[in-house]
């Protein structure tokens, strides 16, 4: 009995351990690599943007953090590789984001708009999806963004 409650102690303490391992950023990180990406609206409008790949479990957990903007044509694209459920937060983020939460095909399937700065709130994907796209706060609402809209990318399969 006592090495079943050894062994579970030890493992509840395993992600603590990991994390603690991973010094907190103190400041932005450098720019990542940017790609095209094109947001194509209902009516056929198509909204271009040149956006940092956060391809890296580093570069994700970094993210916006402590960034004083977003520019109104750029943001960051965080690629998972393969559908799952994502659930972001605000942490260390100094300006509110919009989050386009994108299925594997492309499509919007989800958004959460002028996210809080600074919150630790989980902002849910709801449902499994290829990527979050990080974009400036209003961005969605000033473009006509909806759900359903298609992502055009490499990483969907579906860029031109």
Do not use: C, Y
């Amino acid at each position: 009995m006592k090495r079943r409650l050894l062994l579970a102690l030890a493992a509840a303490a395993l992600p603590l351990a990991l994390r603690a391992q991973v010094p907190d950023p103190t400041g932005p990180q450098p720019d990542l690599p940017k790609e095209q990406l094109v947001i194509v609206g209902r009516g056929g409008a198509e909204h271009p943007f040149a956006v940092e790949m956060a391809a890296t479990p580093e570069q994700q957990r970094v993210g916006e953090m402590f960034r004083p903007g977003v520019p109104a044509d750029g943001g960051m694209l965080f690629d998972w590789g393969f559908p799952k459920s994502s659930q972001m937060w605000m942490r260390n983020t100094l300006v509110p984001l919009d989050m386009v939460f994108i299925n594997p095909d492309g499509t919007i399937r989800s958004i959460a708009e002028d996210t809080t700065p600074r919150s630790l709130a989980a902002i849910d994907s709801r449902g499994p999806v290829r990527a979050v796209l990080e974009l400036a706060g209003g961005t969605t609402a000033k473009l006509d963004i909806r759900v359903g809209d298609t992502v055009k990318q490499r990483i969907f399969g579906n860029a031109q």
